[in-house]
């Protein structure tokens, strides 16, 4: 018994600390910071405290740092929302806003316009305009606008017949100076401007191709159709002399030239024809650039004689411009859906939203036209979206 209890004894263990003595060598908190001392108490009290105090100064200099932060973003915050927006306005409106832009640099100083026309620089932004929509002008756009034939010779017809017969309404007119009213009867008499119906047409999703067929048959037409259309509407009995020849040279130079540049350029290399498909936005802007020459250019000439007209008067005469725009533009909708039902329905050419915006901005537009694609545009996008979602 005594051996075995001094072997006991003699045989420690080696590795390893007993259970009950690692749990002895635990802290016990058993009491109460509370109890005992008080002097214990109220140093744990006021250690609480202090560290109460010190949260809540932390909180507060964060809360007043968070407020700093949200007050001085705030600025940047609406400030970058303008900004937003007047650039998305700016896009949305470019010609509207490159036109009206034009107007007013022509009448604040005439000088710079008046220069640009000596160097003939209108000519050479409808050159620019014309190479662009070469360059910009697909093989399958021009199938679609030979598809489409019927409303191009809708299109003509009401250019060049059915427009000129308002020259005998307008010539009712009493209104000084008569200048006005024979200009406004001319101007219905002559065919779609070079310029603006191509790329408006453009800028709207429409048949750019059949727009610009309809521009190029009707001025070339145009030149037929102008001497008849005047001396049987506006001077009766009396001869009318048109330079021909000088009007079809430059007909070709300003238009036919640089068309056939630009679709050459496009068919005869590619990298051409990728950058063009690829920066049709930015051809569109350089596009609306030169279109905002025209109205710059002859606002410029014409400053000093608009000065002498009467602001009353000359808010009349812009009147009936637009009041004969409302006609026009009112008497081809109006033709669009009884021409469609005519001829096939839903299958008919005219059904078609891209040729009825062609047709619509070709034979009946006016530099207000450009604020009217601006509203078709951004519908357009409207509802695509909401499509999306």
Avoid at 50 to 61: F, H, L, N, T
Avoid at 135 to 155: H, K, M, N, Q, Y
Wanted: proline share 5%; net charge positive; hydrophobic share 50%.
């Amino acid at each position: 018994m005594a051996g075995a209890l001094r072997a006991l004894n003699l045989k420690p263990p080696t590795a390893g600390t007993p259970f009950f003595r690692r749990q002895s060598q635990l802290p016990l908190v058993t009491q109460s910071p509370f109890s005992g001392d008080k002097s214990n108490a109220a140093h744990f009290t006021w250690k609480l405290r202090s560290v109460a105090r010190v949260g809540s100064v932390r909180a507060s200099a964060e809360y007043r740092q968070g407020n700093d932060d949200r007050e001085n973003r705030l600025p940047q915050v609406l400030n970058s929302n303008w900004s937003n927006r007047l650039s998305k306005f700016a896009a949305d409106n470019f010609l509207p806003l490159a036109l009206v832009s034009g107007v007013v640099l022509g009448l604040a100083n005439p000088s710079l316009g008046c220069l640009a026309d000596t160097y003939y620089l209108s000519k050479f932004s409808t050159f620019g305009i014309f190479i662009i929509s070469g360059l910009t002008l697909r093989s399958d756009e021009i199938g679609a606008a030979a598809e489409a034939w019927p409303v191009g010779l809708f299109g003509l017809a009401s250019i060049l017949i059915f427009t000129p017969f308002f020259s005998k309404i307008i010539l009712l007119l009493k209104l000084q100076p008569q200048e006005f009213v024979t200009g406004l009867a001319i101007f219905s008499c002559m065919p779609t401007t070079l310029s603006s119906g191509v790329a408006l047409t453009r800028l709207a999703g429409g048949n750019s191709a059949l727009a610009l067929a309809m521009t190029v048959i009707s001025n070339l037409l145009g030149i037929l159709f102008i001497p008849f259309s005047i001396s049987k509407f506006i001077a009766a009995g009396v001869g009318v002399s048109v330079p021909t020849e000088r009007l079809l040279r430059s007909l070709v130079l300003t238009l036919l030239v640089p068309l056939i540049l630009g679709k050459g350029a496009r068919e005869l290399f590619k990298g051409v024809a990728d950058f063009a498909d690829g920066n049709r936005k930015l051809l569109a802007v350089i596009s609306a650039v030169f279109l905002s020459f025209v109205p710059w250019i002859q606002v410029s000439r014409s400053r000093a004689l608009l000065l002498m007209v009467k602001p009353a008067i000359f808010l009349v005469a812009v009147t009936m411009g637009a009041l004969l725009h409302a006609v026009l533009l009112a008497f081809n909708a109006l033709a669009i859906p009884s021409l469609s039902l005519m001829s096939g329905g839903s299958k008919s050419p005219f059904a078609k939203k891209e040729n009825a915006s062609a047709l619509l901005l070709v034979a009946s537009q006016i530099i207000i036209d450009s604020f009217l694609v601006s509203v078709w545009k951004q519908k357009e996008d409207e509802f695509g979206k909401a499509k999306a979602a």
